[in-house]
């Protein structure tokens, strides 16, 4: 039974973490012990008292040395975390009195990256003595590090979270999706281009679950066609451009904004087949409970000047 969250928080300290960290290192109590510049005697009680606080064992003992079982592997990592965490804590602080900007650290959505490199321009400009962390992925795992805390703001779709009441969201426009290619691809040209004749390709696709895949999952569906067997799967931008550049049979669907500027580079083109369904909104994203910092209160206000730019644009 693993122990409530306020015992193993009442239990820890900060050098134990230290010594698990080592131990994964160097592998033995001795080397752990002269890492963290402890004596071994207190080094074994050290790591007695950390084990005790989770209620079982973390190391199997080995003629070897310490190797940690699959317990002792999650607990090292999230050590590992809670240590560059303070690491960056200190560097912010230390920036903060050195008059510097802070720490922003924001997550975004492979079709928002545009908007959150425009906003960051705008922002920089103003205030440059800052550092900025720009995660991109997909939406359950941004909102998981929100969660966590690792974000001061993420641009994501809460739809797939189990408690979407828990974010403050700001909704922007939808996002266009383009189908794209390989520039020498057969159908690049085919100004009578059906979805039919891109069933006959292999094609890089999104994950199972995640927006772009089910808007994709859907036109196949209502045009009454299999969707493709065995396609190629990655949530990066640039393992799908890679893959385009690799093989020119390849087709793929990925937001409007980053296709235009690929095709802006030649690294591919928007085939001229425009797809029937639409994929939902995201929206600028933050906790309710947590406040936002100035700096990323800034952020928010460039994003929301983007996006006006953006509607006016359009209309």
């Not at 698990?20 to 071994?40: F, K, M, N, W, Y």
């Not at 922002?123 to 900025?132: E, F, G, H, P, T």
């Not at 779709?157 to 020498?184: I, K």
């Given at each position: 039974?693993?122990?409530?969250?306020?015992?193993?928080?009442?239990?820890?300290?900060?050098?134990?973490?230290?010594?698990?960290?080592?131990?994964?290192?160097?592998?033995?109590?001795?080397?752990?012990?002269?890492?963290?510049?402890?004596?071994?005697?207190?080094?074994?009680?050290?790591?007695?008292?950390?084990?005790?606080?989770?209620?079982?064992?973390?190391?199997?003992?080995?003629?070897?040395?310490?190797?940690?079982?699959?317990?002792?592997?999650?607990?090292?990592?999230?050590?590992?975390?809670?240590?560059?965490?303070?690491?960056?804590?200190?560097?912010?602080m230390l920036g903060i009195l050195q008059g510097h900007g802070g720490h922003l650290a924001v997550g975004t959505i492979a079709g928002a990256v545009?908007?959150?490199?425009?906003?960051?321009?705008?922002?920089?400009?103003?205030?440059?003595?800052?550092?900025?962390?720009?995660?991109?992925?997909?939406?359950?795992?941004?909102?998981?590090?929100?969660?966590?805390?690792?974000?001061?703001?993420?641009?994501?779709?809460?739809?797939?979270?189990?408690?979407p009441d828990v974010y403050a969201c700001l909704s922007l426009h939808p996002e266009r999706l383009a189908l794209v290619a390989s520039p020498q691809?057969?159908?690049?040209?085919?100004?009578?281009?059906?979805?039919?004749?891109?069933?006959?390709?292999?094609?890089?696709?999104?994950?199972?679950?995640?927006?772009?895949?089910?808007?994709?999952?859907?036109?196949?569906?209502?045009?009454?066609?299999?969707?493709?067997?065995?396609?190629?799967?990655?949530?990066?931008?640039?393992?799908?451009?890679?893959?385009?550049?690799?093989?020119?049979?390849?087709?793929?669907?990925?937001?409007?904004?980053?296709?235009?500027?690929?095709?802006?580079?030649?690294?591919?083109?928007?085939?001229?087949?425009?797809?029937?369904?639409?994929?939902?909104?995201?929206?600028?994203?933050?906790?309710?409970?947590?406040?936002?910092?100035?700096?990323?209160?800034?952020?928010?206000?460039?994003?929301?000047?983007?996006?006006?730019?953006?509607?006016?644009?359009?209309?």
């Amino acid at each position: 039974m693993i122990p409530s969250l306020t015992y193993i928080a009442s239990r820890l300290r900060i050098r134990q973490l230290q010594l698990l960290i080592a131990l994964d290192e160097h592998g033995t109590l001795h080397r752990a012990a002269e890492r963290v510049s402890i004596s071994q005697p207190g080094a074994t009680k050290a790591l007695h008292e950390i084990e005790a606080t989770f209620g079982m064992p973390l190391f199997s003992r080995t003629s070897q040395g310490l190797q940690a079982n699959d317990l002792g592997r999650c607990v090292i990592r999230y050590a590992r975390l809670i240590h560059s965490d303070l690491a960056h804590l200190r560097e912010e602080m230390l920036g903060i009195l050195q008059g510097h900007g802070g720490h922003l650290a924001v997550g975004t959505i492979a079709g928002a990256v545009p908007l959150v490199l425009r906003a960051l321009t705008d922002l920089r400009q103003i205030q440059a003595d800052i550092s900025v962390q720009i995660v991109e992925d997909i939406s359950p795992r941004l909102l998981k590090l929100l969660d966590e805390g690792r974000l001061d703001l993420a641009i994501a779709r809460t739809s797939g979270s189990q408690h979407p009441d828990v974010y403050a969201c700001l909704s922007l426009h939808p996002e266009r999706l383009a189908l794209v290619a390989s520039p020498q691809h057969p159908q690049q040209q085919n100004l009578a281009l059906n979805l039919t004749d891109l069933s006959q390709y292999s094609w890089v696709v999104y994950p199972t679950g995640t927006p772009m895949r089910a808007v994709l999952e859907r036109e196949f569906s209502e045009a009454g066609l299999e969707f493709p067997r065995y396609p190629l799967e990655t949530s990066s931008t640039f393992t799908m451009l890679s893959l385009l550049q690799e093989d020119p049979n390849l087709v793929a669907v990925m937001p409007n904004s980053i296709a235009s500027s690929s095709e802006g580079f030649g690294l591919l083109r928007r085939l001229p087949l425009e797809l029937l369904s639409r994929n939902e909104p995201y929206a600028i994203v933050h906790r309710r409970n947590a406040s936002l910092s100035p700096l990323a209160q800034l952020l928010l206000e460039h994003l929301r000047s983007q996006q006006e730019q953006e509607a006016r644009l359009s209309d």
